[in-house]
């Protein structure tokens, strides 16, 4: 089940999962959709979205996941997620 964290515009953060490939997605949940926060992400930036904690109403948006390192490890991190319009 995702985990629903309740902002003041009734969009709601968590994540979608888990995927097929095991992983979870931050997801946003508005309007009675669901929408993955990686796709906002480049797929060639070696970060994998896995949850999203909040959102305000300025439509930012934390994060937490990993960054994959070209040694093969990962890192945890957060992430700020901000609207470019």
């Known amino acids: 089940m995702a985990k ?5 515009v ?4 968590g994540n979608d999962g888990p995927m097929p ?10 309007n ?6 990686n796709n906002l992400v480049p797929a060639d930036s070696s970060r994998l979205l896995e949850s999203a ?10 994060a937490e996941g ?9 890192e945890n991190h957060t992430f700020l997620l901000t609207p470019l319009d």
């Open 66 to 74: 990993r960054k994959y390192l070209s040694n093969g490890t990962r």
């Open 10 to 13: 009734k969009e709601y953060t």
């Open 32 to 37: 009675g959709q669901t929408f993955d926060l």
């Open 21 to 30: 490939d095991g992983d979870n997605r931050a997801a946003l949940f508005m």
């Open 4 to 8: 629903l964290l309740f902002s003041l």
């Open 53 to 62: 904690a909040s959102i305000n109403d300025s439509g930012e948006i934390i």
